[in-house]
């Protein structure tokens, strides 16, 4: 079997989401099964790293997609064009995306639709990209995975897609997420905080991820208690937007919060099991990754109680109101202070992260792409 694969989002150090999504499930699907061939369609020059083995072809075809006009380019001119060299059995696209233009069946991975229900989150080309182009990318596909339940039903009812042609294959995290012992933890809040106690998050800056309720609440949580409790910022300051920026700058105690930036997994399996809690508090998730990432890690997580985090996380998270500044503010007041409910949290979440693995992904995406072959 041959099966061309979008690698657009393999980028040497600027993995994210959907990006190590590609990169976990194609290595264990590659590397489990030598005998199909799969194609490696880049944008751009890639890495070796990313060629996983000998029946990985890689090929480069332009323009590089990172705008709309050249999206259209890229997927409906050189995707068809290369897909007719190699004649595959299946397109796979990890990132969702698919060709309007070519007859090989597909298999796109729509990981959610944030952008039918944020729309005014993104810039107006891309926004009017997504949502003239993905329903009809969900029709075309001869199959369509998703990463949770509710990113399935909620392709159903937005784009009335038969429930049959939708699998799911949850995320998994990386192996590399970990406790680790009480000395590696004073070790890296010195390192970084000075030997605070933190708060985290981790996600790329976008607003629909509720960052500017997240530092009301935090400026909140320092009014209301004494301590030296800080909050770090793991992500890219891509959608910095003026809400984000007043709601920062509002901040009595804006000299506790501490921006990261992107941080490679390295730093990150230090970084996660030493904060005190994951306050990840976004609107909307397709599944949230970092929720599992800091479950491994035995770090104690509070979560939304919309989209798909309650499935994600199911007992073994604070589940509240995204919307509630007081609410956010609550549980971090809980959290600090009672070290009994940070230790049954984390105990219930690496129970819960076990539900959840990269191989059980890999797995299922198989089984997705040999429907859709066969």
Same mark, same amino acid.
Request: charged share 20%; hydrophobic share 40%.
């Given at each position: ?36 061939? $799969? ?21 480069? *075809? ?32 990890? +990132? ?12 796109? %991975? *729509?990981?959610?639709?944030? $952008?039918?229900?944020? !729309?005014?989150?993104?810039?107006? #080309? ?16 001869? @199959? ?8 399935? &039903? ?12 939708? +699998? %799911? ?15 590696? /933890? ?10 605070? !106690? ?19 609440? =935090? ?11 800080? #909050? ?11 809400? /984000? ?11 506790? %919060?501490? =921006? ?30 970092? *929720?599992?990432?800091?479950? @491994?890690?035995?770090? !104690? ?5 919309? &989209? ?6 199911? +007992? ?39 539900? =959840? ?18």
């Amino acid at each position: 079997m041959k099966i061309a694969v979008n690698t657009r989002l393999l980028i040497k150090n600027k993995l994210e989401g959907i990006g190590w999504f590609a990169y976990e499930t194609l290595k264990r699907i590659t590397g489990s099964h030598p005998e199909h061939q $799969f194609y490696f369609l880049f944008d751009r020059p890639y890495d070796e790293s990313f060629v996983f083995g000998s029946n990985v072809t890689p090929i480069v *075809i332009g323009p590089q997609a990172r705008h709309p006009f050249l999206f259209y380019l890229w997927f409906e001119k050189s995707i068809p064009k290369a897909l007719n060299k190699i004649v595959p059995d299946l397109f796979l696209s990890p +990132d969702g995306y698919n060709s309007l233009s070519t007859k090989t069946p597909t298999l796109p %991975v *729509i990981h959610d639709l944030n $952008f039918e229900h944020f !729309p005014e989150q993104l810039p107006f #080309l891309v926004r009017k990209y997504y949502k003239h182009y993905f329903p009809q990318f969900a029709h075309k596909a001869t @199959r369509i995975a998703t990463v949770s339940e509710f990113s399935k &039903s909620d392709i159903v009812s937005t784009y009335g897609i038969n429930p049959d042609k939708i +699998d %799911v294959v949850y995320n998994g995290a990386n192996e590399v997420y970990q406790p680790i012992n009480p000395e590696a /933890i004073v070790e890296c809040r010195n390192q970084y905080t000075g030997g605070s !106690p933190y708060f985290l998050f981790i996600g790329s800056l976008l607003p629909r991820k509720n960052i500017a309720n997240l530092f009301s609440a =935090f400026d909140l949580f320092k009014q209301n208690a004494s301590n030296n409790i800080k #909050l770090m910022i793991i992500g890219e300051k891509k959608w910095w937007t003026n809400e /984000i920026k007043r709601s920062y700058e509002s901040m009595a105690h804006k000299d506790a %919060v501490i =921006f990261k930036g992107h941080t490679s997994p390295d730093e990150l399996k230090l970084l996660i099991p030493s904060a005190l809690a994951l306050t990840y508090v976004s609107f909307f998730e397709g599944f949230g990754i970092p *929720i599992i990432e800091a479950m @491994r890690c035995g770090t !104690p997580v509070i979560t939304s109680n919309t &989209s798909s985090m309650p499935e994600i996380a199911g +007992d073994a998270a604070m589940l509240l109101d995204p919307n509630s500044v007081q609410s956010i503010a609550d549980a971090m007041i809980k959290i600090s202070a009672s070290e009994e409910l940070r230790k049954s949290l984390s105990e219930k979440g690496l129970t819960r992260a076990k539900d =959840f693995s990269w191989n059980a992904t890999a797995d299922k995406l198989w089984d997705s792409i040999i429907k859709s072959c066969c």
